[in-house]
């Protein structure tokens, strides 16, 4: 299988789509990785859709990404004696560490990190921002709030603070625990919530090491204070937008959505943009057009990956709207002003051997007509670089390792194949031949692109761009014999 664009597409599995033949038709309709949401189901649950993903894998031939999205702290209210109750702006509300049950005047909040971390003035949003309170008197146990926007607070609705750093890990204990089993189960991907500072990632990556990548989900404006860093840090980022547009005023997540995409871009990270992307499709078989805008207005800015949540785990048409995405995606890149934006927003290169390299391709790409470039990496490092030039010809990323061609699934424009660790560049660009007419990329006559490390089989070592011409090989024959002089 093989995908007509550059853009990828992640879907969230649950009730509606976590059958094996649901994953096999959202796999088809466009799904190029697949999440596991640990906040919902249990360890037996996603085993079992795990599984189901590696059979339909199996199936297709084709590589499929799986990403294990970690819970992350959730900060929220506890009890009230009759479920709920009204509060009026203007007046007090008292949160404290009393686990007696909440009324109009009163509720416990059983979070002592919160009141460690209250100033003066702060703003605690509760319910996704629809009540908010003011603090004028705290103490390590308690706060006086004046309820600035008012109505029904009811139990366990969630807290956030976005004026105040958190000294908490993101790492609760339920988070530890199903870190260790999504890694068990083999996950390519791992996001991590709650990421307020650049030590968060060391922690992460300190539990998972090599076993799978890693990435931030960046929705708190914490994190954005120190975004450079957290990327650099990262294998790859979400722009998580829903707690990001709680947390800071809404006008406010579109610029920093932007400034986001650039900073992945310039690391040559992949960047997922995230949440209520095609959020009426939960039950409408049809996007409306201002979520159609947002998707676009995504990939005309460069993202690696769009994602559906709800739309595809609890909506009523996830294949419909995993087609929508699609269909989306390949309209917008069809435009040439997609090019156009691509080519004016391009980073610059980095000072290394790697960065000068993909940045060749780069330009090779856009003098010759190439049927496809190509990236011989290990550990998928050439083929994020070479993604991150945003070449108009397919990247086909070429590794020995199923692990790192599960992860370049949800890298832009990466069409990951299995192939044997090279030895030399005459069985190098034999292969690359054999591979672009094997898979429909070129034709006899057509130019191809190759970057690769040397010496062979050694990570992070991109140093080689090759230009050829595809040439048909004798019984046995190079394809250096039969080539115009290549460099």
């Given at each position: 299988?093989?995908?007509?664009?550059?853009?990828?597409?992640?879907?969230?599995?649950?009730?509606?789509?976590?059958?094996?033949?649901?994953?096999?038709?959202?796999?088809?309709?466009?799904?190029?990785?697949?999440?596991?949401?640990?906040?919902?189901?249990?360890?037996?649950?996603?085993?079992?859709?795990?599984?189901?993903?590696?059979?339909?894998?199996?199936?297709?031939?084709?590589?499929?990404?799986?990403?294990?999205?970690?819970?992350?702290?959730?900060?929220?209210?506890?009890?009230?004696?009759?479920?709920?109750?009204?509060?009026?702006?203007?007046?007090?509300?008292v949160l404290d560490m009393d686990e007696t049950p909440g009324d109009a005047n009163r509720a416990p909040l059983m979070h002592p990190e919160?009141?460690?971390?209250?100033?003066?003035?702060?703003?605690?949003?509760?319910?996704?921002?629809?009540?908010?309170?003011?603090?004028?008197?705290?103490?390590?146990?308690?706060?006086?709030?004046?309820?600035?926007?008012?109505?029904?607070?009811?139990?366990?609705?969630?807290?956030?603070?976005?004026?105040?750093?958190?000294?908490?890990?993101?790492?609760?204990?339920?988070?530890?625990?199903?870190?260790?089993?999504?890694?068990?189960?083999?996950?390519?991907?791992?996001?991590?919530?709650?990421?307020?500072?650049?030590?968060?990632?060391?922690?992460?990556?300190?539990?998972?090491?090599?076993?799978?990548?890693?990435?931030?989900?960046?929705?708190?404006?914490?994190?954005?204070?120190?975004?450079?860093?957290?990327?650099?840090?990262?294998?790859?980022?979400?722009?998580?937008?829903?707690?990001?547009?709680?947390?800071?005023?809404?006008?406010?997540?579109?610029?920093?959505?932007?400034?986001?995409?650039?900073?992945?871009?310039?690391?040559?990270?992949?960047?997922?943009?995230?949440?209520?992307?095609?959020?009426?499709?939960?039950?409408?078989?049809?996007?409306?057009?201002?979520?159609?805008?947002?998707?676009?207005?995504?990939?005309?800015?460069?993202?690696?990956?769009?994602?559906?949540?709800?739309?595809?785990?609890?909506?009523?048409?996830?294949?419909?709207?995993?087609?929508?995405?699609?269909?989306?995606?390949?309209?917008?890149?069809?435009?040439?002003?997609?090019?156009?934006?691509?080519?004016?927003?391009?980073?610059?290169?980095?000072?290394?051997?790697?960065?000068?390299?993909?940045?060749?391709?780069?330009?090779?790409?856009?003098?010759?007509?190439?049927?496809?470039?190509?990236?011989?990496?290990?550990?998928?490092?050439?083929?994020?670089?070479?993604?991150?030039?945003?070449?108009?010809?397919?990247?086909?990323?070429?590794?020995?390792?199923?692990?790192?061609?599960?992860?370049?699934?949800?890298?832009?424009?990466?069409?990951?194949?299995?192939?044997?660790?090279?030895?030399?560049?005459?069985?190098?660009?034999?292969?690359?031949?054999?591979?672009?007419?094997?898979?429909?990329?070129?034709?006899?006559?057509?130019?191809?692109?190759?970057?690769?490390?040397?010496?062979?089989?050694?990570?992070?070592?991109?140093?080689?761009?090759?230009?050829?011409?595809?040439?048909?090989?004798?019984?046995?024959?190079?394809?250096?014999?039969?080539?115009?002089?290549?460099?």
């Amino acid at each position: 299988m093989r995908r007509r664009r550059h853009a990828k597409i992640i879907g969230t599995l649950g009730p509606s789509s976590n059958s094996r033949e649901t994953i096999a038709k959202l796999h088809k309709a466009g799904i190029d990785v697949f999440r596991l949401n640990f906040s919902h189901g249990t360890h037996e649950d996603h085993a079992r859709t795990h599984g189901f993903i590696r059979e339909v894998e199996k199936e297709c031939g084709r590589p499929i990404g799986i990403l294990a999205d970690l819970q992350g702290p959730k900060l929220r209210v506890g009890l009230f004696a009759d479920g709920s109750a009204e509060l009026v702006p203007g007046e007090r509300f008292v949160l404290d560490m009393d686990e007696t049950p909440g009324d109009a005047n009163r509720a416990p909040l059983m979070h002592p990190e919160i009141f460690a971390a209250l100033t003066d003035g702060a703003q605690l949003l509760v319910n996704d921002g629809k009540i908010r309170l003011k603090v004028i008197e705290f103490d390590e146990r308690s706060a006086v709030t004046e309820v600035m926007v008012g109505g029904t607070i009811s139990s366990h609705k969630g807290v956030n603070v976005p004026d105040l750093y958190l000294p908490i890990s993101p790492l609760t204990e339920k988070d530890r625990r199903d870190l260790t089993y999504a890694l068990s189960l083999g996950v390519d991907w791992v996001a991590i919530s709650f990421v307020q500072r650049p030590s968060d990632m060391t922690e992460l990556r300190d539990l998972v090491g090599t076993s799978a990548a890693i990435m931030a989900k960046l929705e708190k404006p914490a994190a954005i204070e120190h975004l450079d860093d957290i990327v650099q840090l990262s294998d790859g980022v979400m722009v998580a937008r829903g707690d990001l547009g709680v947390e800071m005023p809404q006008e406010k997540v579109p610029v920093v959505q932007k400034r986001i995409v650039r900073s992945a871009r310039q690391e040559g990270k992949p960047v997922v943009v995230a949440t209520q992307m095609l959020e009426s499709m939960i039950h409408s078989p049809v996007p409306t057009r201002a979520e159609s805008s947002d998707v676009a207005t995504a990939v005309y800015d460069g993202a690696d990956t769009v994602m559906l949540s709800a739309e595809t785990a609890a909506g009523s048409f996830p294949v419909e709207a995993a087609t929508a995405m699609n269909r989306i995606i390949t309209e917008v890149e069809r435009d040439p002003y997609y090019r156009e934006t691509l080519r004016a927003s391009a980073p610059a290169p980095g000072n290394s051997a790697a960065d000068a390299i993909s940045s060749s391709l780069g330009h090779v790409a856009t003098v010759l007509p190439l049927a496809a470039t190509f990236t011989y990496t290990e550990s998928g490092f050439s083929a994020f670089r070479a993604a991150r030039e945003r070449p108009e010809a397919p990247v086909i990323g070429c590794t020995p390792h199923m692990f790192t061609a599960r992860r370049l699934a949800l890298v832009w424009g990466v069409h990951a194949v299995i192939s044997e660790t090279m030895t030399s560049i005459d069985q190098m660009v034999d292969d690359a031949i054999n591979i672009t007419l094997r898979e429909g990329f070129g034709e006899m006559g057509m130019i191809i692109a190759i970057t690769a490390g040397m010496p062979f089989g050694r990570a992070g070592t991109t140093n080689l761009l090759r230009v050829t011409r595809l040439k048909e090989l004798p019984p046995g024959g190079s394809a250096e014999l039969y080539l115009g002089q290549s460099g």
